[in-house]
């Protein structure tokens, strides 16, 4: 497992933007963000491959957000643009150590963050 500690979630209005940050210890093969909003499914937006900067991303935030990783503090990005009221979700960091098929699929992730809340009001 791999402890993960989001951070950088807050409240903004419609077009504005976020970092959210994600500190992981141990060794990560991809790492993912993930949200969740009441009533719905967790949602894979971006993943990333750690070695080779390998990225997916749900349709619904191509364009407007980017997940990096830095791979020196072991900490992974998602600069979120141009943010909508759809957006608003808590925030969730994953990681796994291996290869999997289903990036964008929480349940092949073995270790997740607490959460962190974002907030888009219209």
């Known amino acids: 497992q791999v402890q993960l500690v989001e951070s950088g979630g807050g409240s903004v209005q419609a077009g504005g933007s976020l970092r959210l940050s994600c500190v992981a210890s141990g060794y990560t093969y991809r790492m993912g963000w993930f949200r969740q909003a009441p009533g719905k499914e967790r949602e894979g937006i971006a993943t990333i491959r750690t070695g080779d900067g390998n990225t997916v991303y749900a349709d619904s935030v191509k364009g407007r957000f980017t997940i990096s990783h830095d791979n020196a503090k072991n900490t992974l990005y998602l600069q979120m643009n141009s943010l909508k009221p759809d957006d608003t979700a808590m925030y969730y960091c994953?990681?796994?150590?291996?290869?999997?098929?289903?990036?964008?699929?929480?349940?092949?992730?073995?270790?997740w963050g607490p959460g962190t809340q974002v907030t888009v009001s219209s």
């Open positions: 994953a990681a796994t150590q291996s290869w999997l098929p289903t990036p964008r699929l929480a349940y092949a992730y073995t270790s």
